[in-house]
């Protein structure tokens, strides 16, 4: 089981550019999770997806950040564009079923925006 | 979902059990105590859950008061590789719609 994987692990670009975060959640999962982690607002829920559809997308800050999930094995963020205040440790989470335990976490991307 | 409050830090000596606190005064009847753990910027690792009674797994023990307000996470013998972030969570599914709000977490500081 290769858990959770997430691409790139680290990226930087410049302010005004296109970021796309990939994830590819646990094979058999059906609820994906896009996380963003900063020391000033700790770990916040951007986006859950649930069997590819999205369901709640009120945490994704404002209308530069947009989440795809084109089907069950594979997930987007994007940043357009992207501003320095957007660096951040970016996580990709699965889950077996709707309401079930456990999330699985990816590594995560580290994203920083000069 | 219920809000959480855990101490900031904690420290514990290493082979002795790591009790950590949460309080969860305005917990419903239908929300989960969740615990997960975060080893230095790794993504966060599942520990344990549970709804009122008391929960066991190969990682941890988890202890909830009768009333459920309270609950606390034992490491029954703490290592070095413990030191972590813990995060007490409250959550609820309804409806196909489930939302996990993490606090700010306890630092556990294993010390050798």
């Known amino acids: 089981d290769a858990g959770v994987i997430q691409s790139p692990r680290h990226e930087v670009t410049e302010m005004g550019q296109e970021v796309t975060l990939r994830c590819k959640p646990i094979?058999?999962?059906?609820?994906l999770f896009w996380y963003r982690q900063t020391m000033m607002r700790g770990l916040e829920l951007l986006i859950y997806?649930?069997?590819?559809?999205?369901?709640?997308d009120s945490g994704m800050p404002e209308d530069r950040f947009s989440a795809k999930m084109p089907n069950a094995s594979f997930s987007t963020l994007k940043i357009q564009p992207s501003e320095p205040r957007d660096s951040a440790v970016y996580f990709c989470?699965?889950?077996?079923?709707?309401?079930?335990?456990?999330?699985?976490f990816g590594p995560g991307t580290r994203l920083t925006v000069l | 979902d219920a809000k959480t409050t855990q101490p900031p830090s904690m420290d514990c000596a290493e082979g002795r059990a790591a009790n950590l606190p949460c309080n969860h005064s305005?917990?419903?009847?239908?929300?989960?105590v969740y615990w997960y753990r975060q080893i230095h910027s790794q993504g966060p690792q599942y520990i344990i859950h549970?709804?009122?009674n008391n929960e066991t797994n190969e990682m941890a023990s988890l202890i909830i008061t009768e009333d459920r307000k309270s609950s606390t996470l034992i490491l029954p013998h703490a290592t070095l590789r413990d030191t972590a972030v813990y995060y007490c969570?409250?959550?609820?599914?309804?409806?196909?719609?489930?939302?996990?709000?993490f606090g700010t977490g306890t630092k556990l500081q294993v010390i050798p």
């Open positions: 969570i409250v959550r609820s599914y309804s409806g196909g719609y489930q939302k996990v709000t």
């Open positions: 305005t917990i419903s009847g239908n929300e989960y």
């Open positions: 997806f649930n069997n590819n559809v999205p369901i709640d």
């Open positions: 094979s058999g999962h059906n609820s």
């Open positions: 989470a699965s889950s077996p079923l709707p309401g079930t335990d456990t999330q699985y």
């Open positions: 549970g709804l009122k």
